[in-house]
């Protein structure tokens, strides 16, 4: 019977009992009963800490299992309306002994008397952080553990550093318990400290951690990974947002060392990055437009101490330098003082830009293998990352040497601190510019980029064309007088005519007929395309102010840079305009991520509605041409009508014939003498492929094959992503056409309408996303070019429609073609898709005798490179694949710009 008794728990020893006793659930009891055991284990951990010796295992075995204790209860008393054990924690102060027991105790003894304060910061019916002692206590306590937490720790204890500073941003009025500037402390002795310091000493600032304890604990933690840097950041902007000009706390962060833990904490971020780069991607995931062409995986010819882009280990730095650098934007939007906002401004360009980022620009290298890639891709995520006005400003400014006067922040006169912050920046900007180091006048952005446009790498003229497409697309009012030779625009200058627009569609439309594998979706795509393309241009910054739109984030500065703004075009000297001219002669032999970010490139200059497209890209209305019989035509049709009694006499009649005589001018489709550089590659380009057709037979069959192909994956993979197979009607994925696959398949994450690689590195996960589009009435398809559709060129036959996937890509891997000689290929009949009648009068130099050199000469003629080239069937015909879609986007780009921009003149 003893046995059972005993089994059941019947008996045993009373110690035992009472184990058994605590581990069954506790049955309510009243909320006295409740105090006095909280008392009762309260009276036992102050005599075991009175009475301990040197934190033996034993008590703090005890402080663990009763600190924890004493924690539970709390939470359980929060589920009661009576609350006297919080009650008579906070009467009796309790947290002085705990904050003491804390100090040095276990690690696990830590954690549960962070625990305890955190219970302790919630509570919403005793004012804990209203007391000084509290203050003073907890932020000893937290102190003094913070160099020797575990990281397992970590969470709990900046999530409680987190949750002080959210309590005192609801509450404002207890700031002056945290910080001792604005209450029980005395500065007196600080502000002469600060007054004896030299003006380097000065701008870097005055260590104040008795002053603020609470600000210099979440520093310690904004640089960490994940949940932890994330507290830490959102606790110190709700400080920093705290800071109202003329506050005490506002001269305490312009005189502190703030802005240099910040800016050197930006840099040390910066450093761990790699110093070369090699962009690439895991075999898994490479992208099927790069595995049908001649992509070869970058990372089997690492230079010596280059890092691969997919590595975790770089991702990892990227991700954090990116955090950082986002916390940095949210507390200049974030922060209401003018100026701790210009104090961060100035210790970012003194400490980062100047120190740090310039330098590593000065330093990179094509030759070394990825230094220039390496630096190229960081100015750019940089910039793509980064969206406030003033930052980007700073940034730009300066990598590109413009020498602007910044405007006065404010019009108030400046405090004391700032004047002596002013005075230290002016010291420490004289000093940088009586250095013998070359400076951004020397060798700006704009230099590297034009120097790396002409690498022979094509990694580096791959991520140069990234940079460039960014700046093009979010910040082209920088690329002005540094990155673009440009001619202004008179407004009484001559306008493109509806008749030239509608002759120029046409030969859009002519050249994506001609390339052929076109399929019944090719109205369809194109309908995407303008869709596409109505969102980039609303999207566009230089838009807002033209489509009347407003921007929230719009600032003194960029307002500023927004008047400066005119309407001009690229001038045919432009250096940039000559380099891609010359990468766009030799697309087929380009590797395809180069065509990819080169046809971007293209798309983002015309983009801007202050950056014409006449002139480089569409024919120049100053050089329209018009037969002389046309006047003579028109006054026999004017006689005709005034004959037929249908006009009247006087002014009037005067007026009407004025108009209808432009209107009819304006409809009249011009001769054209000088083809613009762009325009003349593309018309060489598709010559080509006429040229490649006569000696590859099955082109055309093979071009259709490479379509169905791409077509097929784009199939598999939205069935892979769980959105299954959809159905095969005339509406070819619906808005989803080829070349939106192309591109996805390249960069997951941009958007539809296809702009590959430019937003970010692959899988970095840090994307700024563009301003939504207003909400204006999407344009009109008002003109459309007669007679030609994309799609009407008919297939040679029909066998080959049942071709399956995959059937061709060994034997076109295999096949080998090389790059033509201008002598190769004629020019195209005088008819109205090409020669004379499309592209202006015959030229006096003709494709044989031009210069062998690729690019454009200062007259815009093309130089077609003669160096043979050799590479695969397969690479050609998918770069023919991007070629055509890229034609299409173009004639999208033109039509809705005419109507968006009212680029077309019609009377």
């Known amino acids: 019977m003893d046995f059972w008794n005993r089994l059941i728990g019947g008996t045993g020893s009373s110690s035992a009992l009472q184990r058994r006793k605590e581990q069954q659930p506790h049955h ?189 604990l979440l520093i310690d933690f904004v640089y960490s990974e994940g949940r932890v840097g994330d507290f830490a950041r959102t606790g110190l902007l709700y400080i920093i947002e705290a800071a109202s000009p003329g506050s005490e706390l506002e001269r305490w962060m312009i005189e502190s060392d703030l802005a240099t833990l910040m800016a050197s904490g930006l840099g040390a971020l910066y450093s761990q990055l790699s110093r070369k780069l090699v962009m690439t991607y895991s075999e898994k995931e490479q992208p099927t437009i790069l595995t049908l062409s001649d992509y070869t995986n970058p990372a089997n010819e690492l230079a010596y101490a280059a890092e691969v882009s997919t590595s975790p280990e770089f991702q990892t730095h990227l991700d954090t330098f990116l955090s950082y650098l986002i916390f940095w934007q949210d507390v200049l939007n974030h922060c209401k003082s003018v100026e701790v906002k210009q104090t961060l401004l100035d210790h970012f360009q003194i400490l980062f830009l100047q120190q740090l980022l310039y330098p590593s620009l000065l330093e990179s290298s094509d030759i070394d293998g990825g230094s220039a890639v390496a630096v190229l891709t960081y100015i750019r995520v940089i910039l793509d990352t980064l969206e406030h006005p003033e930052i980007i400003h700073l940034i730009l400014s300066y990598l590109m040497a413009l020498n602007e006067d910044p405007p006065t922040p404010s019009t108030a006169p400046p405090t004391p601190s700032v004047a002596r912050r002013r005075k230290s920046l002016d010291l420490l900007t004289m000093v940088a510019k009586a250095d013998s180091k070359p400076s951004p006048d020397l060798f700006s952005l704009a230099d590297l980029i034009l120097t790396s446009l002409k690498s022979k790498s094509q990694q580096t003229v791959a991520a140069t064309l990234r940079l460039i497409s960014i700046i093009l697309r979010k910040h082209h009012s920088y690329s002005i007088s540094t990155l673009l030779k440009v001619r202004r625009i008179d407004e009484g200058a001559p306008q493109r005519t509806i008749g030239a627009h509608t002759k120029e569609m046409k030969l859009l439309f002519s050249m994506i007929n001609r390339i052929g594998a076109e399929d019944d979706s090719g109205a369809d795509s194109y309908e995407a395309y303008l869709k596409d393309n109505l969102e980039l241009l609303e999207c566009h910054p230089c838009s807002a102010k033209a489509l009347e739109i407003k921007n929230p984030q719009e600032n003194q500065r960029s307002e500023s840079r927004a008047k400066d703004l005119y309407t001009h075009t690229l001038r045919l000297d432009d250096p940039l305009l000559r380099s891609v001219v010359e990468l766009l002669s030799t697309f087929f032999s380009n590797s395809v991520e180069t065509n990819l970010i080169l046809t971007c490139v293209i798309v983002d200059l015309a983009s801007c509605c202050y950056m014409k497209p006449e002139g480089w890209f569409l024919y120049d209305p100053v050089h329209y041409e018009y037969d002389e019989d046309s006047d003579e035509e028109f006054e026999e049709e004017w006689e005709e009508l005034i004959a037929e009694g249908e006009l009247g006499d006087g002014l009037l009649e005067e007026l009407e014939r004025k108009q209808m005589k432009g209107l009819k001018r304006a409809r009249k489709e011009p001769k054209w003498k000088d083809t613009p550089p762009v325009m003349e590659v593309l018309q060489s380009l598709t010559k080509q492929i006429e040229a490649y057709r006569r000696e590859i037979p099955d082109l055309d069959d093979k071009l259709y094959e490479r379509k169905k192909a791409f077509r097929l994956t784009e199939h598999l993979n939205e069935a892979m992503s769980g959105q299954g197979v959809p159905p095969q009607p005339s509406r070819s994925t619906s808005s989803q056409n080829v070349f939106d696959t192309l591109i996805s398949a390249v960069a997951p994450n941009s958007s539809v309408r296809g702009r590959p690689l430019q937003a970010q590195l692959d899988g970095s996960g840090y994307s700024t996303p563009n301003r939504p589009p207003s909400n204006r009435i999407p344009a009109r398809r008002m003109f459309s070019p007669d007679g030609d559709r994309v799609g009407a060129r008919p297939r040679s036959g029909t066998a080959r429609d049942s071709v399956p996937f995959g059937t061709h890509v060994a034997d076109t891997s295999m096949r080998k073609v090389r790059s033509l000689h201008p002598a190769q290929f004629m020019p195209p009949p005088p008819d109205d898709e090409g020669g004379s009648d499309a592209g202006g009068s015959p030229r006096s130099e003709t494709p044989v005798d031009r210069p062998a050199s690729g690019g454009v000469s200062a007259a815009g003629s093309v130089r077609v490179e003669a160096k043979e080239r050799e590479f695969s069937l397969s690479h050609l015909l998918t770069n023919v694949l991007i070629l055509q879609e890229f034609i299409m986007e173009l004639a999208a780009l033109t039509q809705v710009r005419a109507s968006l921009f009212e680029d077309i003149k019609f009377v």
Not at 83 to 93: D, G, K, V
Not at 155 to 180: G, Y
Request: glycine fraction near 6%.
């Open 28 to 216: 309510p009891v009243t909320p006295d009963q409740r105090l006095q055991k909280f008392k009762r284990i309260w009276q036992q951990i102050m005599h075991i800490w009175r009475n301990a010796r040197d934190n033996d295992e034993a008590s703090q075995d005890f402080f663990q299992e009763n600190i924890k204790r004493l924690n539970e209860m709390l939470l359980e008393e929060e589920k009661r309306s009576d609350r006297h054990c919080m009650s008579f924690a906070y009467q009796q102060q309790v947290y002085i002994a705990l904050s003491k027991i804390g100090e040095g105790a276990r690690l696990d003894v830590v954690k549960e008397t962070i625990t305890t304060f955190s219970t302790f910061v919630d509570t919403e019916d005793e004012n804990f952080l209203g007391q000084e002692s509290f203050a003073l206590n907890l932020m000893n306590f937290l102190g003094k553990t913070s160099q020797r937490l575990d990281s397992a720790f970590s969470n709990e204890f900046v999530e409680l550093l987190f949750n002080i500073s959210a309590k005192i941003r609801q509450a404002p009025a207890i700031l002056p318990i945290w910080f001792t500037g604005l209450g029980g402390g005395d500065r007196g002795n600080g502000r002469e400290e600060y007054e004896s310091l030299g003006k380097h000493q000065k701008f870097q600032g005055v260590t104040n951690k008795d002053d603020f304890p609470l600000f210099y």
